[in-house]
């Protein structure tokens, strides 16, 4: 489409790249660790799917969070086993896949549309704010564009050799194959990548059937190599039960199309379109909230390069770059959210392509009446749009308190505070999410203090609290943005301010609490276990009678329990326990409300502190609430507590000094009175 370079306009274009490279390289490593600042629940559940791998697991599909496809979780994992456990190695596949999208753009465009497009295209791309987003978060989702992007480069130039070139052609096909199967096996938005391709393969068969009739081979070649592999990765997801779980919680439009009602894929259409021009995703976990793609500077290049490219879609560099951006974007056509960038990101590369053909063509034609103007309208829409993105995302997005909210914000000053306060005595942190579960507040801490060695306990402050052993005085931190509003028992809290006195500390992103005792804890639990009772369920009547300390295979002892207050719908009560074995397998408590052993008529699985951490000696509290069947006949009601692994699902025996065992203890009763 240009005259030939001359070597000088060689190097000045190598270098201009490797300059844009390098920029781009430094806006997406700096600050890796604090921008976003945190780690978002999506990146902690990819680090636990990393770590199977790295304890050896070699699964093809993940059946956590929805169904989750392999390719990035081994990256993950060799991050995490070259550069150590932390959340900078944890992103740094990102980076990486974002420098390759960055580069495999460049080689589209320069490929499609000239050395100028190209150069222009990767200028704009390295500073977008959406570009940025998804190269700083350990998600898989900007990798599948890295490997859509060099599926698209290979499958033009399969096509674009000559007849004589078969050999090569043949060779650039089964490429295309290979970055298509990595595509699919990366992120559920892969699975456009064989429709770009039949639907590029059928446009050149109908328009274009004389150079159609010598290349299909390279076609088929493609077909085979990408069915071949991924031919094991469905037969992994249909052996899942969960395995298209994801698909059937965002198909809620398409099955209403199916029944008739277009109403919901066209509202879905026309929001995915305009997020590009006029309003983009109303949400703050990926975008700054409303963000357009495109900025009033840009708007227009991009809506100009797509109308020049649209005006000559018979031909088929420009078929096949529609093709892509469109269904790139069909994804957030079909499913919720609306406007999603996520579900749009294999359009990404596409869409800044139309970019950089609007301002190329623009700077052709004013450079031949306005040199020095067409010059500066280029540095013009490159400075200004980069600084803003860049300002909009360090500064406004990340400091957004709904993203640190998200973002764990609150759990990453805490171990900063942690790391450079280094307290004397026991530390211990409170937050919503901390069980086996829902363990995301601690991964999301240990991988914010590699190497350190720390024993934290920790706990939910809404259903438990944690005293140490004799480590006086112990540091509380109560992070202010865990991933969830963070809350406290009323009961508890004030047993704890009652120690802790006029100790806190209130930061921006947490309170630190220092307990210099735990005099009050102490006189509550003489108090409370002066009051409680325990028995045997009917199967363990043979066995002596049951006395505190109840013994939980040594590993927790149960030392009181308050009275059950019985409402409307629940039964609460607390128990008191102390540690007897450092031991970090999990444990779950469970509580039946039962009239004879047998029959359950209220149920509740739960323990709101995290085994790992916890040191003998340590005692903690935990409330629980148990639901009430609203079926439940009046009458006397025991109260029934047990724990078990999560993991196993196997109970803890109960020890009874050698006359036999049991796994559960009757430990209050209440009276229901039916409506």
Request: negative net charge; glycine residues 8%; without cysteine.
């Amino acid at each position: 489409m240009t005259n030939a370079p001359t070597p000088k306009a060689k190097l000045d274009e190598k270098l201009l790249l490797a300059g844009l490279l390098l920029l781009a390289f430094g806006l997406r490593v700096v600050a890796l660790d604090e921008a976003p600042p945190g780690l978002r629940y999506d990146e902690l559940q990819n680090y636990l799917m990393a770590g199977r791998v790295l304890a050896g697991e070699r699964p093809l599909y993940f059946a956590e969070s929805w169904g989750h496809e392999p390719l990035y979780h081994y990256l993950q994992a060799g991050s995490l086993a070259l550069l150590g456990e932390s959340d900078w190695s944890l992103r740094l596949p990102s980076v990486v896949l974002g420098m390759i999208e960055l580069a495999a753009t460049w080689l589209v465009a320069q490929k499609l549309l000239g050395r100028r497009v190209g150069l222009l295209t990767t200028a704009f791309l390295a500073v977008s704010f959406w570009a940025l987003l998804y190269s700083r978060v350990g998600l898989r989702v900007g990798g599948v564009t890295a490997f859509a992007t060099l599926m698209v480069y290979f499958l033009w130039r399969s096509w674009e050799r000559m007849s004589t070139q078969s050999w090569r052609g043949l060779a650039d096909g089964a490429l295309a194959g290979l970055f298509l199967a990595a595509g699919v096996y990366t992120y559920l938005a892969g699975r456009v990548l064989p429709a770009i391709v039949v639907g590029f393969v059928l446009f050149t068969a109908v328009f274009h059937w004389q150079q159609f009739k010598t290349r299909w081979p390279r076609f088929v070649l493609l077909a085979v190599v990408a069915t071949l592999l991924i031919w094991p990765l469905w037969q992994a997801i249909a052996a899942v039960p969960v395995g298209e779980q994801r698909l059937e919680l965002l198909n809620q439009a398409v099955v209403a199309l199916r029944q008739g009602n277009s109403l919901p894929v066209l509202d879905l259409t026309v929001r995915a379109l305009g997020m590009y021009v006029i309003q983009g995703e109303q949400d703050w976990l990926y975008n700054e909230y409303g963000r357009p793609i495109f900025d009033v500077l840009t708007v227009f290049f991009f809506l100009g390069g797509l109308i020049w490219v649209v005006w000559r879609w018979r031909q088929p560099q420009f078929a096949l770059l529609l093709l892509w951006f469109l269904g790139g974007t069909g994804p957030s056509m079909i499913a919720p959210p609306a406007a999603s960038v996520t579900h749009s990101i294999v359009a990404q590369p596409a869409a800044y392509i139309f970019l950089g053909v609007g301002v190329a063509k623009t700077w052709q034609w004013l450079r031949q009446r306005q040199p020095i103007t067409a010059t500066a309208l280029v540095a013009l829409l490159f400075i200004v749009p980069g600084v803003e993105a860049g300002l909009a995302f360090f500064q406004t997005w990340n400091r957004q308190p709904e993203v640190a909210e998200l973002y764990q914000a609150g759990i990453t000053a805490v171990a900063n505070a942690v790391q450079t306060d280094a307290p004397d005595g026991a530390v211990l942190v409170g937050g919503p999410y901390v069980n086996y579960w829902h363990p995301w507040n601690a991964v999301a801490f240990d991988l914010a203090t590699p190497g350190e060695g720390t024993a934290e306990r920790w706990f939910n402050p809404a259903g438990a609290w944690v005293w140490p052993a004799d480590s006086f005085p112990a540091t509380y931190y109560f992070p202010e943005a865990p991933l969830a509003p963070q809350q406290f028992d009323v009961e508890l809290q004030n047993l704890f301010v009652a120690d802790a006195g006029s100790s806190e500390e209130v930061f921006e992103d947490f309170r630190r609490f220092v307990l210099p005792d735990a005099a009050q804890f102490e006189a509550r639990l003489a108090e409370v276990a002066g009051e409680t009772a325990v028995s045997w369920p009917p199967d363990f009547a043979q066995l002596p009678a049951p006395q505190l300390p109840v013994k939980f295979d040594n590993r927790l002892h149960l030392l009181a329990v308050s009275q059950p207050e019985v409402g409307p719908d629940v039964v609460r009560f607390v128990t008191y326990w102390r540690v007897e074995t450092a031991d970090p397998t999990p444990l779950v408590a469970f509580v039946h409300l039962t009239s004879d052993g047998v029959d359950i008529w209220g149920q509740q699985d739960w323990l709101d502190v995290r085994m790992a951490g916890l040191q003998p000696g340590d005692r903690f509290a935990q409330v629980h609430t148990v639901p009430l069947d609203p079926n439940a006949p009046s009458g006397m009601y025991y109260v029934q507590l047990g724990l078990y692994r999560p993991d196993t699902g196997q109970r803890l025996s109960i020890v009874t000094d050698g006359a036999g065992t049991a796994d559960r203890v009757w430990v209050g009763q209440i009276t229901v009175v039916a409506p």
